[in-house]
């Protein structure tokens, strides 16, 4: 199976040449991207079935052998990634494949963005597989360029405004991580991860501290945690829904990706337990606050967002195989639902002419569908029985419980609140957009809308052409939408396999000895 490593790697980047090649032809353009995401599912998915029964899975980049050479290793919590985060940007492109349909942009599409695209999920795929501290920083850089170009499109001053500022923090983040990087080799003298875990162990403690905190602070802006998250709610909504989607589900989760690895594997034995704890509290309960101050939903979610990485981090800071394997079950849950939700606002605005909630109403009587795929994710996102969010919730409280600390009791508190919060704030979008009498500025079903309002004033920056406003949704995005649902819903039928799998990938993560020895089975050199 080690061919199969470099394959969610390799394919996007092929596909994206591809399809670059193939620009002002957006059907062959379109095929040929559906085709690469449906083949990286499948591959990931069979990285994830021998990932559990043959440990991690290696390759040697090139031939070259490690540590000379970067090596990709799949193991359960790689593999784990590779499943969601492929599935979803497969969803997310039949999406914006039908939004693109509907809109008249079937025959003249930005021709960058399928290419663009699949870059995107290339970088998404070789931070998940990257054995190698320098290859994480590539693969994070791959998503820098690709997601400023997706943050961009159209063109517009808002999207620019908010463009640059998600280029400056991640430049930021970027250049913290690029020094934390240079001090580690100057130090350790390598940068390979399974070479890392014996040769930072004889490090000074407090330079291991000091290496420690200046990865977690690269990869918390990454991650968008309290107070390194202000840009995230200014720049995700600006953007159109599919990407919006895609960042939301994504982008966030690979710098959490990059905060689990680090710390199970190279800084063991909790030294930032408690820093981590505290921010987790904070992220929560700031970010929740912050989502109930708004008027828009796209906002709204974003807030959200920022919120439910402090349950991620709960679980990485507890420092024990339960609280590590309900951090990983969340991830897989809230990769798979926020993205689900940003599809759902992205229908809401397409029907409703907005996402502003003071623009909306009714919406529950003129698309009963659109309302149960809103309605459905939402109390998902809030943790209600017997949704994959309470389950993933309830292994945290749990792992809390079995801490037993006064910090990590807090946290519990905190989680339950912050989830009261969030079943408030979805249960505020409810009553205002779904529930409420229809707002009179709002289009009926079939209705066309001036493309210039006469007070003057600007359209909404993403919404969606005038004469498509208030049409019948298009069957493509619904479809898409709904396979998304299912498939949060999946989550909840499978929750025990996938806890086992969570569970396994949590045990090997704190043994670090599977790993360390599929990358050097003869010794570590």
């Known amino acids: 199976m080690n061919h199969l490593v470099p394959l969610p790697v390799v394919m996007p980047l092929l596909g994206a040449a591809l399809t670059l090649m193939l620009a002002g032809r957006p059907r062959a ?35 070259w052998v490690a540590p000379l050479g ?56 070789n931070a998940f597989l990257s054995g190698d501290l320098f290859n994480l920083y590539v693969g994070f850089e791959i998503l820098l360029v690709a997601s400023y170009v997706l943050l961009t499109l159209g063109s517009t001053e808002t999207r620019i405004r908010a463009g640059t500022t998600y280029v400056v923090v991640s430049l930021l983040s970027s250049l913290i991580f690029l020094v934390a990087i240079g001090l580690v080799y100057s130090a350790a003298g390598t940068l390979n991860l399974a070479q890392l875990v014996g040769r930072l162990d004889e490090l000074p403690d407090d330079l291991r501290l000091v290496l420690q905190g200046m990865l977690l602070l690269a990869f918390g802006i990454k991650a968008a945690v309290f107070p390194l998250s202000a840009w995230l709610p200014d720049s995700y909504p600006t953007a159109p829904a599919p990407v919006t989607a895609v960042f939301a589900g994504l982008l966030t989760k690979v710098g959490v990706y990059a905060i689990i690895r680090t710390e199970t594997l190279l ?29 828009d939903i796209k ?70 569908l659109l309302a149960v795929l809103f309605f459905v994710p939402a109390l998902n996102l809030a943790g209600i029985p017997p949704f994959s969010g309470f389950l993933g919730k309830l292994g945290l409280v749990q792992a809390g419980v079995a801490d037993g600390g006064p910090l990590a009791w807090a946290l519990v508190a905190g989680g339950l609140l912050t989830s009261l919060l969030t079943l408030y704030a979805i249960a505020r979008v409810w009553n205002l957009a779904f529930w409420r009498a229809p707002h009179p500025d709002m289009p009926a079903a079939g209705d066309t809308v001036k493309a210039a309002r006469t007070d003057g004033a600007e359209q909404p920056h993403d919404a969606p052409p005038a004469e498509h406003r208030g049409a019948m949704l298009p069957k493509l995005m619904i479809g898409s ?24 990938a949590a045990d090997n993560l704190l043994r670090r000895t599977p790993y360390v020895e599929a990358v050097y089975p003869e010794g570590t050199p």
């Open 267 to 295: 800084f063991p034995g909790g030294r930032t337990a408690t820093l981590l704890l505290w921010v987790a509290g904070l992220t929560m309960v700031v970010g929740i606050l912050g989502a109930v101050a708004q008027s």
């Open 299 to 368: 906002r709204l979610l974003s807030f959200t967002l920022i919120s439910h990485i402090g349950y991620m981090l709960f679980g990485v800071g507890l420092t024990t195989s339960l609280g590590l394997a309900a951090a990983i079950f969340y991830v897989v849950h809230h990769i798979t639902i926020q993205t689900t939700l940003f599809l759902a606002a992205g229908l809401v605005e397409r029907r409703g002419g907005s996402t502003a909630l003071d623009r909306l109403g009714g919406l529950a009587r003129m698309s009963p």
């Open 29 to 63: 353009q379109r095929w040929v991207s559906l085709t690469v995401l449906t083949a990286t599912v499948a591959v990931a998915a069979t990285l994830l079935v021998r990932a559990g029964t043959d440990g991690p899975i290696v390759v040697e980049v090139g031939g």
């Open 481 to 504: 939408t709904v396979a998304l649902v299912v498939f949060g819903l999946a989550l909840t039928v499978v929750a025990g396999p996938l806890f086992e799998i969570s569970s396994d």
């Open 70 to 125: 970067i090596v990709l290793v799949a193991d359960q919590l790689a593999a784990l990634m590779l499943v969601v985060s492929a599935s979803v940007t497969l969803c997310v492109l039949v999406y914006s494949i039908g939004q693109g349909m509907a809109d008249g942009h079937e025959e003249t599409p930005l021709s960058v963005y399928h290419p663009t695209y699949l870059v995107l999920t290339a970088g998404v795929c």
